[in-house]
């Protein structure tokens, strides 16, 4: 009985997102918390769906039919997606885990299907690999959330640091980032509901526009100096432009109290740069430290105010195999 691990990493916005919503360009990176899928073959005639994450545990047979809970659906469209492209359904076992928050913008979910859908296809026997597992993976998410943008699969399935403008292709950065500088993810335990986010920011900058159209300009521009500092791996400057971010979020009504008291205590610990990361109203931050006592006073600092205080890599490596039996 064939067993596959897989895994896929978490992402975070680096610059750039709400502005990106208008056409503009945003930065994402991938980070060194991942989701890890195990496939197992089985007995009988189901597939056994588990995340002890989500505490949720399903089963549905080959023909894929029944309903399973509303958190695992997500994997059952992706061997729907995988059937269409002509794999066969064979009876296994699937225990979905994340070392990332659930609903914090760090795409948790997007791991998860890319790694599923690399652990599957491998179990039998030709693993789908970039665009392909990039495609099937998108599927399932679209029919579980809606419209989701790809950024987070793409990442997830790639890995690295992209560039990327709605209804393009995203582009990857040759991205250098030098030892001894870690990125502390603080998360403010508050879930939040992406849509209400970008309505309100976007009801903003329609009802200003006149105003706005500056903040989105400069968003843009930051983005220049934030590739220019990626491939430079100038930190300071990285840093400086983070915190520049921050303050365009907030003009935009993006931020809340719990994020600016993060933001803040980031910046009075030493924190290089700090910004909120994804939709904002919760969620997490992002903050640059260089390592060591600064990136320990910094966490610690952050930790008295925040859910889970994370040190992470970033740009790091895609989807992979991590175990073939
Ligand atoms: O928090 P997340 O990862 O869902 O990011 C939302 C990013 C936005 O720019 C606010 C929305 C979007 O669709 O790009």
Not at 198 to 220: C, F, P, Q, R
Not at 266 to 293: E, Q
Not at 300 to 325: C, F, M, N, Q
Request: net charge neutral; charged share 20%.
């Amino acid at each position: 009985m064939g067993r596959v691990v897989a895994s896929a990493p978490g992402k975070l916005i680096l610059f750039g997102e709400h502005f990106v919503v208008k056409g503009y360009r945003a930065i994402a990176t991938s980070i060194s918390l991942r989701a890890r899928v195990t496939v197992e073959e089985s007995e009988g005639s189901w597939v056994e769906l588990y995340s002890p994450t989500l505490g949720a545990r399903s089963r549905v047979s080959l023909s894929l039919e029944e309903p399973v809970a509303r958190e695992l659906e997500v994997y059952v469209e992706i061997l729907r997606a995988l059937r269409r492209e002509g794999y066969s359904i064979v009876p296994h076992r699937v225990t979905v885990e994340s070392e990332m928050p659930v609903a914090a913008g760090l795409g948790s979910s997007a791991a998860t299907s890319v790694a599923y859908t690399l652990a599957y296809t491998t179990l039998l026997g030709s693993p789908l690999q970039g665009d392909g597992l990039l495609r099937v993976s998108l599927e399932g998410e679209k029919v579980a959330h809606g419209r989701p943008s790809g950024v987070d699969n793409t990442i997830a399935a790639m890995g690295g640091t992209i560039v990327y403008r709605r209804g393009e292709k995203p582009v990857q950065v040759e991205a250098r980032i030098p030892e001894g500088y870690t990125f502390i993810v603080a998360d403010t335990g508050m879930k939040r509901s992406t849509r209400s986010v970008v309505e309100h920011v976007l009801g903003l900058a329609e009802t200003l526009w006149d105003v706005s159209e500056h903040i989105y300009k400069a968003s843009d521009a930051l983005v220049e100096r934030a590739l220019e500092a990626l491939r430079r791996g100038d930190m300071e400057l990285l840093g400086k432009l983070m915190y520049v971010n921050h303050g365009l979020l907030v003009a935009m009504g993006a931020s809340n109290l719990a994020l600016d008291t993060l933001v803040n205590i980031a910046k009075a610990s030493g924190a290089l740069g700090a910004k909120l990361t994804g939709a904002g109203w919760g969620g997490c931050i992002v903050a640059l430290a260089r390592k060591g006592s600064e990136a320990e006073t910094l966490a610690r600092e952050l930790s008295k105010h925040a859910s889970s205080v994370r040190l992470v890599d970033i740009h790091v490596p895609g989807a992979t195999v991590e175990e073939l039996r």
